[in-house]
């Protein structure tokens, strides 16, 4: 059993067919969490799973999970997933790969006609990106028990849909209950989305870290006023506090090198009117960081220099803390499996730190975790020319399928 290989062309053909809905004209996915373009590559995920032999639930966050039975239905699944939904200028890899290169294992277990100890299930999150919704990871973390049902259910995107509209419109809003069920273990393979396996010239990182990440919310407000007749000495102009304080987001991150990570990634001006002086500004600010407190001095010194800005141009400044999960270790003993099938299948490696934040974070609170990492080309992610090579795919879905079987076939 130990040396079943995975099908390299069977699962970049399903990486290629998942990456159509929602193709863009760059070659990249724009497939956002609870569209119909959400729904038509969860109905593709559900047919190939049932084509499989699995049983498919759904729970009432539409988190999807695709049972293949074990010789012991009573022991706890052998999990392995991630997310469908993309960015808005997404690629066809990050989350469509932990996905389908789970269900590749599935299908080579069928292939080799092995039955394994422990049921194994693939899992599908809803909501990972936290992009048309807000904060990511929702479905795994309703899963966890760290969001309320009632919290995710009714947030709201930028057009005021909400979050259960939108699961009931495209018909995901199942019957299973969320969460309250036991994993022996949960592996997620994922695109690196940074450069290090490539600069490494590795097709496998072993991730033993997640870091973690604070994101806020910040509304400057000024005064809206005449862009002609206002005196520039007196004018309380919120766009220009806000553009000093976004600056300071960004030296926050260069003063705590070397693995801070800080990014202001939305920016709403009001009236954004050519000739209004603006007078307010919302802002969001993604922190991240390896080590906890480091991740709170980064905070704290945002909050303590954008206060000193406000206060010197005489402006009001309101922040939220809007979203936080700490630095997260990975299971010593899934980091071995992981480790172990690298070895076996002879693909190099290297231990890494998850600069991202994946559906693992919230499994890594639950049960036994570990994360495989490939390759993705110039480290590019989160844009629409993320690619990744057919040989680094299978190479990390090798290594899923012995973490997994490890796991799944001890007596
Ligand atoms: O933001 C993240 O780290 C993940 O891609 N949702
Ligand atoms: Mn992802
Ligand atoms: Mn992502």
Request: glycine share 12%; with cysteine; net charge negative.
């Amino acid at each position: 059993m130990r040396n079943i290989k995975t099908d390299m062309n069977r699962l970049w053909d399903s990486l290629m067919e998942m990456g159509s809905l929602g193709e863009t004209d760059k070659g990249g996915v724009n497939r956002l969490t609870l569209t119909d373009l959400d729904r038509q590559s969860r109905d593709l995920f559900k047919r190939w799973c049932e084509e499989a032999g699995c049983t498919v639930t759904v729970d009432g966050v539409g988190n999807m999970f695709a049972r293949r039975p074990g010789r012991d239905p009573n022991r706890k699944p052998v999990v392995s997933g991630s997310h469908l939904d993309t960015q808005p200028t997404g690629g066809k890899f990050d989350g469509a790969y932990g996905v389908l290169g789970a269900l590749e294992v599935v299908r080579t277990l069928n292939d080799a006609g092995v039955e394994t100890e422990a049921p194994i299930e693939v899992a599908v999150w809803t909501n990972e990106e936290g992009s048309r919704f807000s904060p990511a990871m929702m479905g795994s973390g309703a899963f966890a028990g760290v969001f309320g049902l009632d919290e995710v259910m009714t947030k709201q995107d930028s057009d005021g849909t909400s979050f259960g509209e939108a699961l009931s419109a495209i018909g995901y809003d199942g019957e299973a209950a969320v969460g309250n069920r036991e994993f022996d273990s949960y592996f997620e393979a994922h695109i690196e989305q940074g450069p290090k396996l490539e600069a490494a010239g590795l097709p496998v990182g072993i991730v033993t870290d997640a870091q973690g990440q604070r994101w806020l919310e910040v509304t400057v407000t000024g005064v809206e006023s005449h862009a002609g007749p206002t005196p520039m000495e007196i004018r309380k102009d919120a766009l220009v506090g806000a553009s000093r304080m976004i600056h300071l987001v960004n030296q926050v991150g260069m003063n705590n090198l070397p693995n801070a990570c800080a990014t202001c990634g939305v920016i709403e001006s009001f009236p954004n009117s050519r000739n209004v002086i603006p007078g307010r500004v919302f802002f969001t600010i993604d922190f991240r960081h390896p080590n906890d407190a480091i991740l709170a001095k980064m905070d704290h010194e945002f909050k303590q220099g954008a206060a000193e800005i406000a206060e010197e141009i005489g402006l009001e400044l309101d922040i939220k803390d809007f979203w936080y999960f700490p630095p997260t270790p990975f299971d010593a003993d899934c980091v071995d499996a992981v480790r172990k099938g690298a070895e076996l299948h002879g693909h190099g490696s290297m231990d890494i730190i998850s600069g991202a934040g994946h559906d693992a974070v919230y499994m890594a609170g639950l049960c036994p975790t570990g994360m495989i990492f490939v390759p993705c080309e110039n480290g590019i992610s989160h844009n629409e020319l993320e690619r990744a090579s057919k040989e680094d795919l299978s190479a990390g879905c090798d290594v899923l399928l012995h973490a997994m079987l490890d796991r799944a076939t001890r007596t």
